[in-house]
């Protein structure tokens, strides 16, 4: 805490920052340039904006008010090194000081500090527009007891100038997207005399924000040039070793970065990646422990994060070559090839190994993800990264993306554990190996000959799972997978086999659903089942760049815990919130869900449910599935309020009931029909029921 009359200066100047922290600063921001090239932008604006204030402001305190680091001396590391010598002057005069943020509300944060210091202006690190001039103009404002506030393009406000202390901070909702608005109005009321600065400038939050200020080239000047990306699971005996070979064998490792993706090891996979950080601190490593059912999903987080020029798909227990890093840039450098592989070399001197390692760099035409896969990472973000597969998303991504034509080996060997051609005993036989060599034709003559799932197949090698099942629904521009819960009925069973029906449905419905929504409204999924519809669709919206809400409600307990795990699988790719609910929804006088198991279920009207008063309602997804007029029933007042599109929609794939449903649907439109609402059949069994004042 700064004691204000401790201070040289009645009037104190309050930069709002944190530590640049990669994955923890600007991270709307780093979902188009990755983490660590968003922390080293977020920390050139901190820079620029406390050189202005040392260097060109004077007769003020100049106070950093920050969070994401627990000491000062750690804070100013994060600042450019072109400043220490002013930090050192400024802090040795008593004009400058450091100051770390309480752990409370962003509101409740600036309100602390307003109080301690009255007569105080504050402002964001993120607003590379700020000038002297316009921190002039505020400081003249204060001094003649004037309160002052600079608005963002975005309606939020970068400056605010208070000439005494009042609370303008802790009431309002941040939110909504007027929070500018509302500061000012409150500024009005508690004070005599506000105004709003002339200059309205653009907060940096995205990468549009950036293009429009002409500032793309900082992108290129802080991305690291390499991004390796290892995923792992229970690799305790190889992952110290992969991350230091790394290191040792590149040309240069200063323009690199390393990141783990852990899918949920039970053994020390990760304190050996911490050791390793510590061993290496002056290489930049990230970890994340994420839900995975394979691969693709953890490299697809790293994908998420990294950013660097070029991406490095490595596996936890595989060497790299000397000069790694220099073999694969002066490949990619051509821009015709789309990825740089490796030849495969085992770490064993078994004669079937070699045969085995002899033809996948000799017979196969494309290459497998242990080879080390190497893409530029504008190219691999543009085509999707990884299919979200259990298995083979290394083939898969060959057969549906990347043209093998357009590969390059490098001709230097990685050199892999063989363990997985192991028998039980660890020894390598020829048996042992060439067991795991038919276990692996079996799956590719499965993929290849007989068009099976990759979910299908995943039991060759890890069996099946008694909770779930997996489904492959393909989706747009990618296959994605959800933990699931087949019927016990051999045609539907089937159909999911062949994936028939539920790509279908999704390109169907989701569509739909995504024309409706507008931003900063909610979208409600009435039977969600395990997720697919709300999940997908949030993918959707994330990829427009519209925040919706999702609410979803699942009343079968199994689906609901199902749905959570599968949220879980795509949080990478989800940037709307979705909040998932185990209520069933029914009228008024309806207590229990009919065909559950449970005996006692929570259950209520979407009238009774408590939404976020601040937010239209714009859509209402509910499935047909026997109960739907006693939905409606209870979501009249809801109807009246917000007047939301209404979609029902037939979620399963058989015509079993059909007549109940048609007699039931033609109830639902008589009783939309008094709402005012139009109904019309979209797709099979699903229909769209809008209202006449839209």
């Given at each position: 805490m700064v004691e204000k009359e401790n201070l040289p200066y009645p009037v104190s100047i309050v930069l709002f920052t944190r530590y640049p922290d990669p994955g923890k600063v600007k991270t709307r921001l780093a979902w188009d340039i990755g983490d660590r090239?968003?922390?080293?932008?977020?920390?050139?604006?901190?820079?620029?904006?406390?050189?202005?204030?040392?260097?060109?402001?004077?007769?003020?305190?100049?106070?950093?008010?920050?969070?994401?680091?627990?000491?000062?001396?750690?804070?100013?590391?994060?600042?450019?090194?072109?400043?220490?010598?002013?930090?050192?002057?400024?802090?040795?005069?008593?004009?400058?000081?450091?100051?770390?943020?309480?752990?409370t509300s962003f509101g409740e944060?600036?309100?602390?500090?307003?109080?301690?210091?009255?007569?105080?202006?504050?402002?964001?690190?993120?607003?590379?527009?700020?000038?002297?001039?316009?921190?002039?103009?505020?400081?003249?404002?204060?001094?003649?007891?004037?309160?002052?506030?600079?608005?963002?393009?975005?309606?939020?406000y970068y400056l605010i100038a208070l000439p005494s202390y009042s609370d303008v901070f802790t009431s309002i909702n941040y939110s909504l997207g007027n929070v500018g608005q509302q500061t000012y109005t409150l500024m009005k009321k508690n004070y005599n005399s506000a105004s709003i600065l002339n200059q309205s400038l653009v907060d940096v939050d995205e990468i549009s924000d950036l293009k429009s200020l002409g500032l793309s080239n900082l992108i290129e000047e802080n991305q690291p040039i390499i991004s390796v990306i290892i995923p792992t699971l229970n690799e305790v005996n190889s992952i110290y070793d992969t991350l230091a070979n790394i290191v040792k064998q590149a040309e240069t490792s200063n323009n690199i970065e390393i990141l783990v993706v852990d899918g949920g090891s039970n053994d020390n996979t990760l304190e050996r990646v911490e050791e390793f950080t510590n061993d290496y601190p002056n290489i930049s490593i990230q970890s994340f422990t994420i839900s995975s059912l394979g691969r693709a999903f953890q490299m697809n987080v790293g994908l998420r994060h990294s950013s660097g020029k070029y991406l490095v798909f490595c596996h936890a227990d595989t060497l790299l070559p000397s000069e790694w890093d220099h073999k694969l840039i002066s490949i990619l450098s051509h821009k015709n090839i789309k990825l740089a592989y490796f030849d495969l070399q085992f770490n064993s001197d078994h004669l079937a190994?070699?045969?085995?390692?002899?033809?996948?760099?000799?017979?196969?035409?494309?290459?497998?993800?242990?080879?080390?896969?190497?893409?530029?990472?504008?190219?691999?973000?543009?085509?999707?990264?990884?299919?979200y597969l259990s298995l083979l998303e290394d083939v898969t991504l060959f057969e549906n993306k990347i043209n093998y034509k357009q590969c390059q080996n490098i001709s230097h060997a990685i050199i892999t554990n063989a363990r997985k051609y192991s028998n039980k005993n660890g020894e390598y036989t020829c048996l042992s190996i060439f067991k795991n060599v038919g276990k692996n034709?079996?799956?590719?003559?499965?993929?290849?000959?007989?068009?099976?799932?990759?979910?299908?197949?995943?039991?060759?090698?890890?069996?099946?799972?008694?909770?779930?099942?997996?489904?492959?629904?393909?989706?747009?521009?990618?296959?994605?997978?959800?933990?699931?819960?087949?019927?016990?009925?051999?045609?539907?069973?089937?159909?999911?086999?062949?994936?028939?029906?539920?790509q279908q449905s999704m390109d169907e419905l989701i569509p739909v659903i995504f024309k409706y929504c507008q931003g900063d409204d909610i979208f409600i999924d009435v039977g969600a089942k395990v997720g697919m519809v709300s999940c997908l669709l949030s993918?959707?919206?994330?990829?427009?760049?519209?925040?919706?809400?999702?609410?979803?409600?699942?009343?079968?307990?199994?689906?609901?815990?199902?749905?959570?795990?599968?949220?879980?699988?795509?949080?990478?790719?989800?940037?709307?919130?979705?909040?998932?609910?185990?209520?069933?929804?029914?009228?008024?006088?309806?207590?229990?869900?009919?065909?559950?198991?449970?005996?006692?279920?929570?259950?209520?009207?979407?009238?009774?449910?408590?939404?976020?008063?601040?937010?239209?309602?714009?859509?209402?997804?509910?499935?047909?599935?026997?109960?739907?007029?006693?939905?409606?029933?209870?979501?009249?007042?809801?109807i009246k309020q917000h007047q939301p599109v209404l979609i029902f929609h037939n979620s399963t794939p058989f015509i079993t009931h059909f007549l109940d449903k048609k007699h039931n649907m033609n109830n639902i439109i008589e009783k939309l029909n008094d709402l005012n609402y139009q109904v019309t059949r979209f797709s099979g069994l699903s229909f769209i029921a809008v209202s006449d004042n839209i």
């Open positions: 090239t968003a922390a080293n932008i977020h920390g050139v604006f901190m820079s620029k904006m406390l050189m202005i204030l040392l260097r060109e402001i004077n007769g003020v305190n100049i106070i950093v008010n920050y969070t994401g680091i627990d000491y000062q001396t750690e804070m100013i590391q994060g600042f450019d090194p072109a400043l220490v010598l002013d930090i050192k002057q400024g802090i040795n005069s008593g004009v400058l000081s450091f100051i770390k943020q309480p752990s944060r600036i309100n602390a500090i307003a109080q301690q210091l009255k007569e105080v202006i504050i402002i964001g690190a993120d607003i590379p527009g700020i000038t002297a001039d316009i921190l002039s103009q505020a400081i003249e404002c204060v001094k003649r007891k004037e309160a002052a506030i600079a608005l963002t393009k975005d309606n939020g190994l070699k045969w085995v390692a002899w033809t996948v760099n000799y017979i196969r035409r494309s290459p497998y993800g242990d080879q080390v896969f190497c893409v530029r990472r504008d190219y691999f973000k543009e085509i999707g990264g990884f299919d034709w079996l799956i590719m003559a499965g993929k290849k000959i007989l068009k099976l799932p990759a979910c299908q197949l995943r039991k060759i090698h890890h069996g099946s799972q008694n909770e779930y099942q997996l489904l492959e629904i393909p989706f747009q521009d990618k296959i994605y997978t959800f933990k699931y819960h087949f019927p016990n009925n051999i045609l539907h069973k089937f159909l999911i086999w062949k994936k028939i029906y539920y993918i959707m919206l994330t990829k427009n760049r519209i925040k919706t809400d999702i609410i979803s409600f699942e009343p079968d307990y199994s689906h609901y815990q199902l749905f959570k795990d599968n949220y879980k699988f795509y949080l990478g790719e989800i940037r709307n919130k979705i909040t998932i609910e185990n209520i069933y929804i029914s009228n008024p006088k309806s207590y229990y869900y009919p065909d559950l198991k449970e005996k006692s279920l929570k259950s209520m009207a979407l009238d009774e449910y408590e939404f976020p008063n601040n937010k239209k309602i714009s859509l209402i997804k509910i499935n047909l599935e026997g109960n739907e007029l006693g939905i409606l029933k209870g979501m009249v007042k809801t």
